[in-house]
T-cell receptor, first 115, second 109 residues
Framework: GAVVSQHPSWVICKSGTSVKIECRSLDFQATTMFWYRQFPKQSLMLMATSNEGSKATYEQGVEKDKFLINHASLTLSTLTVTSAHPEDSSFYIC???????????FGPGTRLTVT | RKEVEQDPGPFNVPEGATVAFNCTYSNSASQSFFWYRQDCRKEPKLLMSVYSSGNEDGRFTAQLNRASQYISLLIRDSKLSDSATYLCVVYSSASKIIFGSGTRLSIRP
């Protein structure tokens, strides 16, 4: 149980374009979903927390207009990287939880490369 | 000082050895603690929660030392498959989650 999927698993896009990443909880209803970014050889950095039906809470330093998060249902959250730049190239991972922030279950991640 | 610190390693130990590493945290009000493992280029997977009384799951033992503000992970009889990066996660509050930078463990035959 507690399976989280992400799509796509990897994407290459050109500078200035937008990319949407989907995160789905497959066998449970996720009241809370989290989006992380991880640069090579670094730890995960929490970008934002989203609860179904409400606006996401962004961490300090994360531009909410650049990283658009939508948590439309209890099983789906999306992250849209708008006007992507090469420095946005990273590993984006979502996680989901059904009991607040504890015991998060992670998706397999999306590797984004912006050329 | 980082809020959560881990020795990055790598720890390189022979199969069958016992290995332990710590994770220190700076916020004494931190509430919950977890260990995750992350394989190269994969997502983190929950390994175990860390309870005040300590807890054990097979070959893995996690402990919390609130007085010295650290958590530890002990792996006994290490297997090749234990090679991974181990991340500690500290919840400073219900809404503030901090991942350590990870400790790399490599088990050699």
């Amino acid at each position: 149980g507690a399976v989280v999927s992400q799509h796509p698993s990897w994407v290459i896009c050109k500078s200035g374009t937008s990319v949407k990443i989907e995160c789905r909880s497959l066998d449970f209803q996720a009241t809370t979903m989290f989006w992380y970014r991880q640069f090579p050889k670094q730890s995960l950095m929490l970008m934002a927390t989203s609860n179904e039906g409400s606006k996401a809470t962004y961490e300090q330093g994360v531009e909410k207009d650049k990283f658009l998060i939508n948590h439309a249902s209890l099983t789906l959250s999306t992250l849209t990287v708008t006007s992507a730049h090469p420095e946005d190239s990273s590993f984006y991972i979502c996680s989901a939880s059904w009991e607040g922030p504890y015991e998060q279950y992670f998706g397999p991640g999306t590797r984004l490369t912006v050329t | 000082r980082k809020e959560v610190e881990q020795d990055p390693g790598p720890f390189n130990v022979p199969e069958g050895a016992t290995v332990a590493f710590n994770c220190t945290y700076s916020n004494s009000a931190s509430q919950s603690f977890f260990w995750y493992r992350q394989d190269c280029r994969k997502e983190p997977k929950l390994l175990m929660s860390v309870y005040s009384s300590g807890n054990e799951d097979g070959r893995f033992t996690a402990q919390l030392n609130r007085a010295s503000q650290y958590i530890s992970l002990l792996i006994r009889d290490s297997k090749l498959s234990d090679s991974a990066t181990y991340l500690c996660v500290v919840y400073s509050s219900a809404s503030k989650i901090i991942f350590g930078s990870g400790t790399r463990l490599s088990i050699r035959p």
